[in-house]
């Protein structure tokens, strides 16, 4: 998540137009990226006119650049000073091999300024950029506006946004996740189909709990590796009176599930948490997938493996924690608020006062490592994944709210959240069949998560915004 981001930069040019926009627009977005943190791949300006791309020559020269340093581009910023030949642009693109995200961008002209001599009709350029784009296959973002100033605080906004479209995109599209035990057996909910998944280039690996738990029992505690990942624990949480040896197999487990992960590139694990542990070896991974979350290496709960890939995809998106939640509870009679809950194992970053405990359930109460506590209040965004075997294809829906700061008295980790328009998401999650369990993050990229899934992985996304109850119900 440290890395800078990388975009290749296309600068359009077409003969017959003014050229001192194509030099200035040039320079100032080369600026404007550099200041902010992102570096950019892009002709030198003597290697074609005015470093920009118009001739079928110019298109090689692009494509040679981008080929040689693929490996390095996160997406490509196709910037339009002018109307630009649209035939040398979408030639780049196609003679790189390039397959990453791209933003078409236009300089807008000035009311004032309509003389030939500054004159840029890239507005009508980047219909003409779409258009060919469109016919060799590529797809592609856009900017909110149409045309849009470089120098603006909208345009920095498009580029994040961009940039956020562009790890998620790369990311999933090289997911290597895991899968530790099988789902509980009541929860038909959280069947999946791995064929899906990796038709879009999410990899699964599994490895049955009772491997991992043998490999916990013969791990002995004298390994240094154990004695550290207790001091973590110790140290994320206040333990208070818990016996030592839930903690221990804890930390035996921490190390375990590392190992294993680290032997497969694993990017993320949705492990059997329950009641399989609690049962036979007397603890709950609340507190170790807390951890791992926390860390960037995200734990989804009940063997939830798409829901893993939607908490995946908000990482990507807000370089930060995601977590997994129940849609759990009304919230009195507000038609637009609700309860999220789990039982628990949310981070830090959602919970900075966790409480460590025992399981709430009579039935599993013997059992340490659960957290509690309430969430923060602050934005969301929400994602789930599914995929549909009936019809081939996987779905997802995304949508924003917040959490407030409305008291709620229970016990795991939980949060009150708003949603505008919360009965028709509903209505929505009922009638096409997700499952009970949604990913969210704390940060607002709910554009960002859409736009990857739906133009990028080829997902059928429903939005959801606020919107009249009278409204007919999304299908």
Known sequence: MDKRPVLGLIVGNRGGFPQPPVADGRRTLLNRLEGMGIDVIALDETATRLGAVETWQDAQACARLFRDRAAEIDGVLISLPNFADEQGIADSIRLSGLQVPLLVHGFPDEVGRMGFDARRDSFCGKISVCNNLTQYGYPFSLTERHTLDPESTGFEDEIRRFVAVCRVARGMRGARLGVVGTRPNAFKTVRFSEKLLEASGVSISVIDLSDVL??????????????????????????????????????????VLGDWMEQHGLQGAAIQCWDSMQNNFGFSACTVMSMMTNNLLPAACEADATGLVAMYALQLAAAGPSTLADWNNNFGDDPDRCVFFHCGYWTKSFVPELEFGKHASPALHDSWGTLHGQASAGPITYARVTTDDRHGEVRAYVGEGRMTDDPLDTYGTRAVVEIPGLQRLLRHICRNGFEHHVAMNASLVGDAVEEAFATYLGWKVYRHEAASLAESDPR
């Open 214 to 255: 043998g490999r916990v029992e013969r791990l002995p505690e004298s390994d240094t590796r154990v004695a550290r990942k207790l001091d973590e624990i110790k140290a994320y949480v206040t333990v208070g009176n818990a016996p030592e040896e839930p903690l221990l197999r804890m930390s035996r487990l921490s190390v």
